[in-house]
């Protein structure tokens, strides 16, 4: 992550502790929704035994839907912090951004250069054949009259 | 009942101490409550009684059937009397049973199962087994949908994310944090204002259109929706001639529309994502492109409010300016929405545009020299991103103009540079077109096209190559190029046309220099002269400028073959003996079609004083005209040759 290497590189000291922090609270949040999960799922997994009367089934049934949705909690909660990842990686991968805009900025330049040079290039070849049209069309025996 | 009755004696229900404390405390028994005071009663039932009475009942029967059959009922007496005795358990557990389950203060205080049997403990095992699997099946089914929904969820966030960095990468995109933040919308824009005015305090006022929400369409992917009509682009055109191609081209041009986005979401799924975000792109360019229209016309009207060189306004409404550019000229700069409602937009340009009848457009722009609408469009919105949009160290150098606002009343504006650039350009069209009709008629003149590069002005020259003259023709090889230069006859006459603005210069030799003249002097005979003219006089001043310079080269030839003439403006002049004199005399007539130059040989009689009595006799005897034609310069040449030879009778070279 860019914000690995936020530290001591940032424009400012406070931006850099605030986006160490940001990190520190997104692994805390990892961790723990990854934790709920595994955790949830060896309850499951130890709910399987089959020893006991029936009249444990239905609190076991519960239990066990109970975890489950806590399992999918954890796992949406871990996908909305993928997809905060992302929108942090677009707005704030300043550095790649920067040189991408350089980058697009030198060659929309570099395109406008070419243009011009096409075009004063275009300009001199008409130029040219005009002078030289002009000049057979004079020098032609065929020059006929404007008819207005 | 029978006997004795039984009493039993309960204490009063008085509270009675049960002990005092040290401290004076005094201590009573708990009261009981309700139920406890039932459970008290119902222990107190004596059941004996019944027992009792049972057992006398069955002693009796005992004793009776005893008596009856004493030996022979034994041994199953004792089974009877158990079985009666378990009876009356049974019906007192029964009986207990009943006030429990009816709720009647009794509970069950201790319950023993009984050890169950194998099989039990087995099917018991089986049906909490399938219960549980039972569970766990459905709960594969729920982690399965649940697993379903993420992915999908993450192939839309991906397909929408990547879409969106794409964007990123050509646009400015920001996000809002929307505190309460709908399914459908996180709160990016992307931000279309362009900053980079170079005069920014004159234009600092963003469009509506210049920040573009992103949301999500119906299959998660981003979209980008504007209302219709939104865009507008900058149209140009002159007044009565283009009248009918105007939606068209528009409609042409300008394609997409967010009607058209939101119904080809349908077919959305034969396009890729490459194709939809080069669509978006299409679409957000369109979309910078208006703002950039919309910042263009914004500043062309403030600058039409300014009083500068070239601008002359004759009509101004909501999104239309109208300008006249001189000469019976008015083009109209407009903004109009750039997609759909053709039908409006042609009725819209209708009632723009005075009510001429509809000319061809194309043949209409050659005939009268219009310069292509386009490319006018195109100039207009180059002057003023260069002049506008970039930064003052890289402006470049549009000579003759400066930048809008800041310059003097003599120095136009971007508009007033504009205006006067089409001007220019449709006069000088003009220009050409009777340069071209006067070279065409003589056959000895060339027309060069100089291309200036400046939008202001245009420039031509006129070529006569002149044949070359025999008798240097040997001598000429064998001197140096130095005497070559100095000594060779000119073998080309040029005559320069330059239009600035509307004004026309002519600029050529051929005119006799007066100073000249009388130093009879062979040089400098021709000098440069530059004079303005207008475009009505424009062909007799060329064809007056190239007659003299063919004067002025029949002279130089008589000269270098030792014959003095007399030059005037149109006339050369041979003396003859006795004072005669055979002038060539050029005549001028632009109107000719066979030829604008006319050539007629003059004679007259010695005495200059006396030709003006006989002016009024036509055909007089002591002057004679005949009428040459149109000569080429060959002809011309060797008519002077001859004249020479008439005149040099007894001269040497």
């Known amino acids: ?148 | 009942m029978d006997g004795n009755l039984e009493i039993s004696l309960d204490k009063l229900p008085v509270k009675r101490l049960d002990a005092i404390e040290e401290n004076g405390a005094e201590r009573y028994p708990p009261d009981s409550s309700y139920d406890e005071k039932r459970v008290s009663l119902i222990r107190r039932i004596d059941f004996a009684w019944a027992v009792e009475d049972d057992e006398e009942r069955e002693r009796k029967k005992k004793q009776k059937k005893s008596s009856k059959d004493a030996s022979a009922t034994w041994q199953w007496q004792s089974m009877v009397e158990n079985l009666q005795l378990a009876h009356q358990e049974l019906s007192v557990i029964i009986d207990l049973i009943n006030t429990v389950e009816a709720n009647d203060a009794v509970t069950v205080a201790g319950l023993t199962r009984p050890k169950p049997l194998p099989n039990e403990v087995l099917s018991d095992l089986a049906v909490s087994a399938a219960t549980k699997l039972q569970c766990y099946r459905q709960l594969g089914k729920y982690f399965k949908q649940s697993s379903n929904s993420f992915e999908e969820q993450i192939a839309r966030e991906a397909r929408f994310y990547g879409a969106l960095i794409r964007l990123q990468q050509n646009w400015k995109v920001k996000r809002q944090r929307v505190a309460a933040a709908s399914s459908s919308n996180e709160g990016f824009t992307i931000d279309l204002f362009d900053n980079s005015l170079y005069d920014s305090a004159a234009m600092c006022r963003p469009s509506s259109l210049s920040t573009i929400r992103v949301e999500h369409d119906s299959a998660g992917m981003l979209a980008i929706n504007l209302p219709p009509n939104s865009c507008r682009s900058l149209h140009f055109g002159f007044l009565g001639v283009h009248s009918s191609d105007i939606p068209k081209d528009l409609s042409k041009i300008r394609t997409h529309d967010s009607v058209e986005q939101r119904t080809r979401e349908s077919e959305k799924e034969s396009k890729s994502d490459d194709d939809y975000v080069k669509e978006t792109h299409t679409l957000l360019r369109e979309v910078h492109q208006s703002i950039f229209d919309d910042q263009v016309f914004e500043m062309l009207n403030r600058e039409a409010f300014k009083q500068s060189v070239g601008v002359n306004v004759t009509g101004i409404r909501e999104n239309y300016l109208q300008l006249s550019i001189g000469q019976g000229n008015t083009l109209f700069i407009s903004l109009v929405p750039s997609n759909k409602g053709d039908n409006q937009d042609s009725a819209d340009t209708q009632n723009l545009e005075s009510a001429i009848v509809p000319l061809q457009s194309f043949d209409t722009e050659k005939k009268w020299g219009f310069p292509n609408r386009t490319s006018c469009e195109i100039y207009l919105q180059q002057i003023v991103h260069e002049n506008a949009f970039v930064n003052e160290k890289d402006k470049p150098n549009l000579s003759s103009t400066q930048a809008s606002g800041q310059s003097g009343k003599d120095e136009p504006g971007l508009l007033g540079h504009f205006c006067l650039s089409l001007a220019h350009r449709i006069f000088s069209n003009r220009v050409l077109m009777e340069l071209e009709n006067v070279v065409c008629r003589v056959p000895y003149l060339h027309l060069m096209t100089h291309p200036t590069w400046h939008s202001r002005t245009s420039s031509w020259t006129i070529f006569m190559k002149v044949p070359q003259s025999i008798l240097h023709a040997e001598s000429q090889s064998l001197k140096s190029d130095f005497q070559n230069l100095k000594d060779a006859i000119k073998s080309q006459f040029r005559t320069k046309v330059v239009v600035n603005d509307d004004r026309i210069n002519v600029e050529g030799e051929g005119a006799p220099n007066v100073v000249g003249l009388f130093k009879r002097s062979s040089e400098n005979t021709c000098s440069v002269n530059k004079y303005e003219c207008d475009l009505a006089d424009l062909p007799v001043i060329i064809l007056l400028q190239v007659a003299s310079q063919v004067i002025c080269w029949l002279h130089e030839e008589a000269l270098t073959v030792g014959i003095k003439t007399n030059r005037d403006f149109l006339c050369l002049t041979f003396e003859l003996e006795q004072g005669e004199t055979v002038s060539l005399v050029a005549h001028v007539n632009p109107e000719d079609i066979k030829g604008g130059i006319s050539w007629w040989l003059v004679m007259e009689d010695g005495f200059a004083e006396d030709w003006k009595l006989q002016m009024d006799m036509h055909d007089g005897a002591s002057e004679y005209r005949k009428f040459l034609g149109h000569l080429t310069l060959d002809v011309l040449y060797s008519s002077l040759m001859d004249l020479v030879s008439l005149c040099g009778g007894g001269r040497n070279h």
Request: glycine share 4%; aromatic share 4%; with cysteine.
């Open chain 1, 1 to 148: 992550m860019n914000k690995g290497t936020g530290v001591g590189t940032g424009p400012t000291a406070a931006a850099a502790a605030a986006a160490t922090q940001k990190q520190k609270s997104m692994m805390q949040r990892v961790e723990t929704d990854i934790a709920n999960i595994v955790d949830n799922f060896t309850q499951l997994v130890n709910v399987a035994r089959v020893n006991e009367p029936p009249v444990r089934n239905s609190q076991e049934t519960f239990m066990m839907e109970m975890r489950a949705a806590r399992m999918v909690q954890a796992a949406d909660s871990l996908l909305k912090l993928v997809s905060e990842l992302k929108q942090t990686a677009i707005f704030s991968g300043f550095a790649s951004l920067n040189d991408h805009v350089e980058q697009r900025t030198n060659e929309f330049n570099q395109q406008a250069e070419k243009t011009d040079r096409m075009l004063a290039r275009i300009g001199e070849e008409a130029a040219a054949s005009l002078k030289e049209l002009e000049c057979h069309y004079y020098s032609s025996a065929q020059r006929t009259a404007d008819t207005e």
